[in-house]
């Protein structure tokens, strides 16, 4: 029994050994360390937005770095918008990290050890984190220069010993980023795309019709296809929107889409309910990226983990309830942010469509924000524009959303103490008054005995 029990122990603590070698352990003084407590704030939230803690921990544990980071001012002010835009897409993680790795060096180079200026003005290249990629030292008038663009404004600003922290003055950009800029900016990706028109379909067969014996519709124009024939058939369906660009052929990845903005949903948190309910509890992922395919956008307004807490069983109970809830969430439009609130500000009440059939959302000001819905069953906007790709728009409210009718009929069965039954009025027989009133004057006159009625 006691070798059973020191093999047993001996093979746990040989699994706690390999586990501990296989990951690497950082020191509370370690230059990762220091980076996220120091000044250097937008830096420190773009390495964790860009999943790279794990890489630089990799990195520090085989030898020493140097970190060239720009200083918040440089990452807030002084950083084009639709660059910075197109770093935070979910679809451009590789060149948000690319263009980290970037700034950090697998070597230790001090303000000691910093090239000296030899008038040749070639400097030294050093090989960075990002692959074939290099970064030239160099030093010009006294000043510490990194690629002849950018100056370092505090040198040393922090040390440790596996690593050192250079304050620079700008943000460096490599060139593959750059080329990934230029390239989605001038719209290569989606400019071959030729726009052409809606299917055409013979009403008597509801089948497509032959594309050589009709003409072409104009591009862009709304289909003849029954609209409701564009979803699954399901409960509360709603027709949606003209199609854009694209048409059957399927130019647009929609089911990539909608996997892009559910995984965003739980990398920023707070959603997992929504997320579990359109993959798991039903079907509705895959019903969005068909419409996507076929050109269609969606708005989605996406209650959070804390609204949906509040739903009852009986609202999920019933057959098609999520369902039901879902599609009253969603929009058949693409709106964002700022579009729905320069709505709301503009008209004051708006209603939008949703893919719940003869259901539509009232949306209006309120405290600065967009209300949605009226009453206890209202939701704010509470998170915007947590996925914006052209095609979807996600955003974020901090309640579930049920018609109006819903609202009512939920109202009266949630008043407290039972049904009051009720009670019909019978009128006092006037006659019994009036006996009783003769029999008291008749009493008065010692009359009373004679009459019956009065006994």
Not at 188 to 205: H, K, N
Request: aromatic share 8%; glycine share 8%; charged share 20%.
């Amino acid at each position: 029994m006691n070798v059973q029990i020191y093999t047993t122990l001996g093979i746990l603590f040989l699994i706690a050994i390999n586990a501990n070698s296989s990951s690497p352990q950082i020191n509370s003084n370690s230059v990762l360390v220091a980076l996220l407590d120091s000044h250097y704030t937008e830096l420190s939230e773009l390495i964790e937005k860009a999943l790279l803690l794990q890489t630089l921990e990799q990195a520090v544990s085989h030898h020493n770095i140097t970190i060239f980071a720009p200083d918040n001012e440089a990452l807030t002010l002084h950083l084009d918008p639709q660059f910075k835009r197109f770093l935070f897409e979910p679809g451009n993680l590789k060149s948000l990290q690319n263009l980290l790795l970037f700034h950090v060096i697998p070597y230790r180079v001090g303000s000691d050890d910093w090239p000296e200026d030899s008038g040749s003005g070639s400097g030294a290249h050093f090989q960075t984190l990002l692959t074939e990629e290099q970064l030239q030292l160099l030093t010009s008038s006294g000043r510490k220069v990194i690629n002849g663009l950018g100056f370092v404004t505090r040198p040393d600003d922090v040390t440790r010993h596996d690593g050192l922290i250079h304050g620079i003055e700008k943000l460096l950009v490599p060139r593959s980023v750059q080329e990934d800029f230029n390239r989605r900016r001038s719209l290569t990706s989606i400019s071959a795309v030729q726009p052409e028109g809606a299917p055409v379909v013979d009403p008597r067969t509801n089948r497509l019709k032959n594309k050589k014996q009709v003409t072409e519709p104009p591009a862009g124009s709304p289909p003849e296809l029954p609209v409701y024939d564009a979803m699954a058939p399901g409960p509360g369906l709603a027709p949606a929107p003209a199609p854009g660009p694209g048409g059957p052929r399927h130019h647009f990845d929609g089911e990539s889409q909608v996997k892009d903005f559910i995984q965003t949903l739980l990398h920023y948190g707070g959603y997992n309910e929504l997320a579990d309910i359109l993959v798991n509890l039903t079907a509705l992922a895959t019903e969005m990226g068909k419409l996507v395919s076929e050109g269609y956008v969606l708005t989605v307004l996406a209650p959070n983990d804390e609204a949906m807490a509040k739903l009852t069983a009986e609202r999920l109970g019933e057959a098609g309830a999520a369902e039901s809830i879902v599609y009253y969430h969603l929009i058949p439009e693409y709106q964002t942010e700022e579009s729905m609130y320069n709505s709301v500000r503009r008209f004051g009440k708006v209603e939008y469509d949703t893919l719940r059939v003869g259901r539509k959302v009232v949306a209006e000001e309120a405290d600065g924000s967009v209300k949605f819905g009226s009453g206890e069953e209202s939701g704010y906007l509470f998170d915007p524009d947590i996925y914006t790709d052209g095609r979807i728009s996600v955003q974020g409210i901090d309640g579930v959303l049920f018609p109006k009718e819903e609202e009512e009929r939920e109202a009266v069965k949630a008043r407290p103490g039972p049904p009051v039954a009720e009670v019909k009025v019978v009128a006092e027989q006037r006659r019994g008054k009036l006996l009783e009133v003769t029999c008291s004057i008749l009493g008065a006159f010692g009359q009373h005995s004679q009459f019956t009625s009065c006994h």
